[in-house]
């Protein structure tokens, strides 16, 4: 191994990152977190998300930054026979290839999975693209274009006004989590067999089956679902709604969840009322129920709301800012902001609590070749 992570269930796994933008570079971020060694193969100029500013810190993308911790960064020219050699030879020593080329666009360059797997039959190759190696495989891959054509963006934004997209990348962040997933699949599948396998994972096949309950609503119920705006469609309430100085999202996720939210409101007989008695009857009546809803709510504050109802065991939130958010997150004593290694680099905390492991912050996201002699190094000595 090039380098020796300090601990993580995933220690000792070797990655040669071949991937850029975002969802290769978050799951294999996620893989460093938890302890494997992750190379990032970079071209002469970077990751495309160097570049991508504003927002900073310093002069460095905060994008980049919140992608790529716990990474080595060796920059290579794959035109350039001898940086060819290093990266072939960084494939062939690793245990998790991650890339996303345009599909096919490796094998020019005998990084393809059949090439490298030919010499490292344990390889588990992750290739990520946006519309499948098959008929889609001329199609750029880009979020934005995905929650387009995927319909996601039919489903946001007003009723009247128009379409929407996610204010992230869902689908790449989306992507990057069934990677990992098919990846730690095919670790454990190599226990047995002793050989890795080839995963593939596209934007669109993500958005399919992320965009869940729509998108099984015209597979099983032949229903084209559409925009409206904070509402639900089988579900009421489940939306914002105006306290006296704002909204607050209220939620009644059953029938006993609304007998607590009625109770909690200060009116006991809208349970009772059989126009509202199931959320079947909640969901047709809605617009009946709505103000009746927003009458009781308009005599308190959002805060004072939030507070009282989640006493009382009803599912309810404030809108917050991205500061608010994260702030919130601290005051629960989740902790959601690390420092990473010695530049101490904020960072948000990687998700998942282990209770022998922990996930490691060791490495600030790397400079540009930060890392190139000593990967170099590596590749020169024995395997």
Aim: hydrophobic residues 40%; contains cysteine.
């Amino acid at each position: 191994m090039a380098a020796s992570p300090s601990g993580g269930p995933l220690s000792g796994l070797v990655v040669a990152d071949f991937s850029r933008i975002l969802a290769g570079p978050y799951a294999t971020m996620l893989l460093a977190d938890l302890g494997a060694d992750v190379i990032k193969i970079e071209g002469p100029h970077g990751d495309d998300t160097r570049t991508w500013m504003p927002p900073t810190r310093g002069d460095e993308s905060t994008y980049y930054l919140s992608i790529n911790r716990n990474k080595r960064s060796i920059a290579l020219d794959l035109r350039q026979e001898e940086d060819l050699h290093v990266a072939r030879e960084i494939a062939a020593r690793a245990d998790i290839m991650v890339e996303n080329f345009k599909p096919g666009g490796l094998a020019r360059f005998g990084l393809d999975y059949e090439t490298v797997a030919s010499g490292n039959p344990e390889l588990v190759y992750a290739s990520i693209s946006g519309f499948g190696a098959g008929d889609g495989a001329h199609i750029p891959g880009y979020d934005l274009m995905v929650q387009a054509i995927s319909g996601l963006m039919s489903l946001t934004g007003s009723p009247d006004g128009p379409p929407y997209r996610a204010g992230i990348s869902v689908f790449d962040v989306m992507t990057g989590m069934h990677a990992l997933i098919g990846i730690l699949s095919a670790l454990h599948a190599r226990q047995s067999t002793g050989h890795g396998q080839h995963i593939e994972v596209n934007l669109l096949s993500s958005a399919m089956s992320g965009l869940v309950n729509q998108t099984g609503a015209y597979a099983a119920g032949d229903t084209v679902p559409h925009r409206m705006g904070n509402a639900h469609p089988s579900l009421f309430p489940y939306e914002p709604l105006p306290a006296s100085d704002g909204d607050i999202v209220i939620i009644a996720g059953n029938d006993g969840q609304f007998v607590k939210l009625c109770a909690a409101l200060g009116a006991p007989e809208l349970a009772d009322d059989p126009r509202f008695a199931t959320n079947q009857d909640r969901t047709a009546n809605r617009d009946e129920l709505r103000p009746l809803l927003e009458a009781r709510l308009g005599e308190r504050t959002k805060a004072e709301w939030f507070e009282a109802l989640v006493q009382a065991g009803v599912a309810a939130g404030p809108i917050n800012t991205i500061a608010e958010g994260v702030e919130f997150a601290r005051s629960l004593g989740l902790d959601p902001v690390v420092e990473v290694g010695e530049g101490a680099v904020p960072s948000i905390r990687n998700p998942i609590t282990f209770s022998r492991d922990a996930a490691r912050y060791d490495l600030a996201p790397p400079d540009l070749d930060q890392h190139g002699d000593d990967i170099r190094a590596w590749t020169r000595g024995p395997r």
